[in-house]
Each structure stands twice: as structure tokens, then as C-alpha cells.
């Protein structure tokens, strides 16, 4: 199943980053609860290209974009996802993990985070995306965008 946020069109993008902003404002928010932080991830990765790339952002200001892809490049850092994985490979294994726990399903979530994209190993992944760090520019640049004229 597709999360509404990850739908195409404005209100998808629109969902990812009203949910990214109140995550990463303060990732305390979420603490134990490793499905929202898989989400999370999933949408800072996610917006970091759609933000620089679709047509439809293409008013968003060039500084929100630069900061949406510093945090990208920040989240995967401070999680131990490789720096140079394909984006469709990290949004599609959060979404996956996220799903599976959701469903009550912990070691279908261990065996989606056990690609090589995620350099610390399934269970050290899980437990980050149970305990996001604060990561200042994934608050930075969410913000940015949720503030901009095109949110209102």
C-alpha cells in the first residue's frame, strides 16, 4: 500500500513535507516509534530530489532546494545509509520498512534494511529510526519549504 503522502501531485508533496517539518523540528516527537522514523527519512530523501528536479517546484527557491539536499546528505549520514545510494532505493526500503512495521512485521522490516545501502547493518538501523538523532539541517530546510509562498 501507497502512504498518501508518497501519491504524486501537490498534496502528496504537500503531506511529506508538513510531516518532515514536525519530525525533524524535533525527532523526540517520534521516539520509539521506528515506522515514523523510517517515514521520516523516506520523505527528507524523497523531497531532496523532487524538490530539485520536478517542474512543479520549479518557484521553490534555489536556497531551499540547495538546504533540502544538505539534508539529505545529513540524515544519511548521521543513519549510516550510504552517501552515493540511489534515492529510489532508500525511499522504497523505508516505505517498505515502515509498512512492515506497521504490521507488526519486525523481522520483514530487518530484511528490508539489510541492503548494503545501510552501511550500520539492519538491527543498528532499526534502532536509529526508533531514536532519530536531531539532524539541524533536515529542520532547517523543511521549514524553508513549509514556509514558502507556494505552501500557502
Given amino acids: 500500500m501507497i502512504p498518501p503522502w508518497a501519491a504524486p501531485g501537490w498534496q502528496g508533496d504537500t503531506i511529506a513535507i508538513l510531516h518532515a517539518q514536525w519530525v525533524w523540528a524535533d525527532p523526540s516527537r517520534i521516539r520509539g516509534l521506528p515506522a515514523q522514523g523510517a517515514r521520516a527519512v523516506a ?48 525511499v522504497d526500503a523505508m516505505l517498505a520498512t515502515e509498512a512492515a512495521l506497521n504490521a507488526g512485521e519486525t523481522q520483514l522490516a530487518v530484511t528490508y534494511l539489510s541492503s548494503p545501502v545501510f552501511t550500520r547493518g539492519p538491527d543498528a538501523t532499526l534502532g536509529e529510526l526508533g531514536a532519530l538523532p536531531y539532524v539541524q539541517s533536515a529542520n532547517v530546510a523543511t521549514a524553508m519549504v513549509a514556509d514558502s509562498p507556494l505552501m500557502r
Avoid: H
Fill in 43 to 90: 520523505e527528507i530523501d524523497y523531497l531532496a530530489g523532487e524538490l530539485s528536479s520536478n517542474p512543479r517546484w520549479v518557484a521553490l527557491s534555489g536556497l531551499a532546494k540547495m538546504k533540502m539536499l544538505q539534508a539529505r546528505a545529513d540524515v544519511r549520514a548521521a543513519l549510516g545509509i550510504a552517501p552515493d545510494a540511489r534515492s529510489q532505493a532508500v
